[in-house]
């Protein structure tokens, strides 16, 4: 039976190269599954101002940036509902930073036929900035998952634990339509940079959904310069941060913000954070 499977990716002219490579990737992957009878769908969402100037063979929606920044959650819901539309068996999530590895789409639709009702995610590994696989074949002697996420054994799959939901990242997952519609997508409040996947995890937790680690689902995040910490999503950070602190008791990238106020530029505020007075 033909599996129907979106492959989701909000992309910007930022990203411009390394959607370029994903597309190639997917597209290669995609011909070394023919026998696994999938349906491939491309759905982009554009978040730039600007609706893109060319686009490859998918099918293109635009969501310009709200008052705080560019609306990733938002692009991620208008994308799913599109591909809900068109039939899709399976909402497949890639960060446009992210290539798919070889079995990335096959141990997928696989997992969503063993656990349809399960929020899926595979390993993702960081490449560093001299990586810069030229073939899908490249990638497995790269494969480094990130040591803070499980990384089950090839085709396994392993539940989360209550505790484990703040270790999701919405970098590569994936979910049936069902599941989608049961967590309710992305809360569209979230602009700019950060938090909108943590709430999407809590969400899933929060309505009964598993948290299921999907073993050799691997995909590779290309290398872009980044702050550490990243100092030009501060001020998102303390908007999205209070956003889902009023919502589940707790701040998210905890990470950040301490060394936010490490250098200074943070201080608490009661229970909070703000910019240093």
Do not use: K
């Amino acid at each position: 039976m033909t599996t129907r499977v979106a492959v989701i990716t909000t992309a910007s002219s930022a990203r411009l190269a390394h959607l370029h490579r994903q597309r190639r990737f997917l597209r290669e992957a995609q011909s070394e599954t023919s026998t696994v009878e999938i349906d491939l769908l491309r759905i982009e969402v554009w978040l730039d101002d600007a609706a893109p100037q060319e686009v490859g063979n998918a099918t293109v929606l635009h969501l310009p940036p709200g008052a705080h920044g560019m609306r990733v959650g938002a692009a991620r819901n208008a994308a799913a509902r599109h591909a809900i539309e068109a039939g899709a068996d399976l909402l497949l999530f890639l960060d446009v930073d992210c290539l798919p590895g070889p079995d990335l789409l096959p141990l997928s639709t696989d997992a969503a036929r063993r656990c349809p009702d399960a929020l899926l995610a595979g390993p993702v590994t960081y490449l560093a900035s001299v990586q810069r696989p030229n073939a899908l074949a490249d990638l497995p002697a790269l494969t480094r998952p990130h040591p803070a996420r499980p990384d089950p054994a090839p085709g396994a799959l392993a539940h989360a634990a209550p505790t484990d939901y703040a270790l999701f990242w919405s970098l590569s997952f994936a979910v049936t339509p069902r599941v989608w519609e049961r967590i309710g997508g992305f809360d569209e409040a979230y602009e700019g940079y950060g938090a909108e996947d943590t709430d999407f995890a809590f969400r899933a937790r929060e309505r009964g959904v598993a948290l299921t680690w999907v073993g050799g689902a691997h995909a590779y995040h290309q290398w872009h310069p980044s702050g550490t910490p990243p100092w030009r999503h501060l001020d998102d950070i303390l908007r999205n941060g209070r956003i889902f602190a009023e919502r589940w008791g707790t701040w998210p990238m905890e990470g950040w913000l301490e060394a936010f106020a490490a250098a200074g530029a943070i201080e608490r505020d009661g229970d909070g954070w703000r910019r240093a007075s």
